[in-house]
């Protein structure tokens, strides 16, 4: 992201914030919201009036828009189902978050606008909650500098640390998808380094370089149905782990009302338990899912999963003696 990039950016975004809170808001408050300090937050004030044409008020130490100013965009309009349907994603964001990214703020503060009075509160009561996560101004830039290649189709330089290497190492990536889980955000695309597409978490990127080269995206569905195979969503491989786990009867319910997977199959055991069988690319993400059940779960297929959990379990019980 250039300098000019990254400026205008951020008058954006001051101005937003300016146009919703009509009884105005400090230096100090907005430095805290954007990451920047309070005479960045000064100069871009005066350009927010000279640039972007929006006539500031200066009184009892906070800016605010002049009163009867013209609205600076449209309404977002939803419908009440839609508004509802924003709001549980909203929270599932919030559920997952480390930190707070202030482009999801922003987001966030937009689509309470558009809500009836009573969800708008629950949604501002989210971004209250939201906001109060650190701040990584170097992890929002990268996450942005990766955005922007992946919406213009351009490749990038990045410097990973991969959690089993001894030090961070340089990849040429074409971004293909982002994607957010439960365990974090993920860039899938091809390295140019490996020959095939990977999948890089983006915690784990330390800097990236935007390119001039443009790409052509691959079969993008045939790469979406790969992830969705894919326990979590985050895993390529060829392999197929057939995975067949029994559940006591006391789970049973848990487990049959919930969507685990696109290939899950159920089926009734003889005392009220439940079998759940998927066929999955890896064991990676399912091993730990696993354990999460304690003894209510037991792997009956593969021996590989089988082994794995029953080794993982017996190193606890000896760890607590």
Excluded: C
Aim: charge should be neutral.
């Amino acid at each position: 992201m250039t300098e000019q990039t990254r400026r205008s950016t951020r008058l954006i975004r001051i101005r937003d914030i300016l146009v919703r809170r009509p009884s105005g808001v400090t230096t100090l408050e907005l430095a805290r919201e954007t990451g920047y300090s309070q005479r960045t937050i000064q100069r871009d004030l005066v350009a927010i009036e000279s640039e972007l044409n929006v006539p500031l008020v200066f009184e009892n130490r906070r800016w605010r828009v002049m009163d009867g100013a013209k609205p600076l965009f449209g309404p977002v309009r939803l419908t009440l189902q839609e508004g509802r349907a924003l709001y549980f994603a909203m929270r599932l964001m919030l559920r997952t978050a480390d930190e707070h990214d202030p482009d999801a703020l922003t987001a966030l503060e937009k689509v309470a606008e558009a809500l009836p009075k009573g969800m708008a509160e629950h949604m501002q009561r989210t971004v209250r909650e939201y906001r109060q996560l650190p701040f990584n101004r170097e992890a929002t830039e990268i996450l942005a500098r990766i955005t922007e290649a992946w919406a213009t189709s351009r490749s990038i330089v990045i410097e990973y640390r991969s959690a089993h290497a001894p030090g961070p190492r340089r990849y040429e990536v074409d971004p293909y998808i982002l994607d957010h889980t439960e365990s974090g955000t993920y860039l899938i695309g091809f390295s140019h380094a490996h020959g095939e597409v990977r999948v890089f978490k983006v915690d784990r990127i330390r800097a990236v370089e935007q390119t001039l080269r443009e790409f052509t995206p691959v079969d993008l569905d045939r790469l979406a149905d790969t992830l969705r195979n894919s326990w979590r969503g985050v895993v390529i491989g060829e392999s197929r782990y057939d995975v067949v786990i029994d559940f006591s009867p006391s789970v049973a319910d848990r487990v049959r009302e919930s969507y685990w997977h696109v290939s899950q199959e159920l089926e009734m055991l003889p005392e009220g338990g439940v079998r759940l069988k998927v066929s999955l690319p890896s064991l990676l993400e399912i091993t730990p899912w696993v354990l999460s059940w304690g003894p209510e779960a037991v792997v009956v297929a593969p021996d590989e999963l089988r082994d794995r959990v029953a080794g993982l379990i017996r190193a606890a019980a000896e760890r607590y003696g």
